[in-house]
């Protein structure tokens, strides 16, 4: 007699965790200072380049897309299927290019 088989996929929060404890160090936390009169105060900056900004004031946190699909396919983990069900579930999950600055030369 057969069983049914499940397909073996993680959870998407899980693996969305996992990226950013991975990545703590390409992370800068941000807190307070988001209006236009106050200066932005950093709480953390990154030890090396720049993946994730955490907004913690603003509950936000951007990620670079390009980063984290590369973490994806290389743990073997479908992008898309953890993007799609990232959007399902009950958090916000928007998928936006975004840039971020690299350090200069003699900075």
């Given at each position: 007699?057969?069983?049914?088989?499940?397909?073996?996929?993680?959870?998407?929060?899980?693996?969305?965790?996992?990226?950013?404890?991975?990545?703590?160090?390409n992370?800068?936390?941000?807190?307070g200072?988001?209006?236009?009169?106050?200066?932005?105060?950093s709480?953390?900056?990154?030890?090396?380049?720049?993946?994730?900004r955490?907004?913690?004031?603003r509950?936000?946190?951007y990620?670079?897309?390009?980063?984290?699909?590369?973490?994806l396919?290389?743990?073997?983990?479908?992008?898309?299927?953890?993007?799609?069900?990232?959007?399902?579930?009950?958090?916000?999950w928007?998928?936006?290019?975004?840039?971020?600055?690299?350090?200069?030369?003699?900075?």
């Open positions: 007699m057969r069983g049914i088989v499940k397909e073996n996929r993680r959870d998407p929060r899980g693996l969305l965790v996992e990226f950013m404890n991975t990545h703590i160090n992370t800068i936390i941000i807190t200072g988001m209006s236009k009169t106050s200066p932005m105060i709480a953390e900056e990154p030890k090396s380049g720049l993946l994730i955490s907004e913690i004031d509950g936000i946190a990620i670079s897309r390009s980063a984290i699909r590369d973490w396919i290389k743990g073997g983990s479908d992008y898309n299927w953890v993007s799609a069900h990232l959007r399902n579930q009950e958090f916000y928007k998928i936006t290019p975004v840039r971020f600055c690299q350090p200069t030369a003699g900075s």
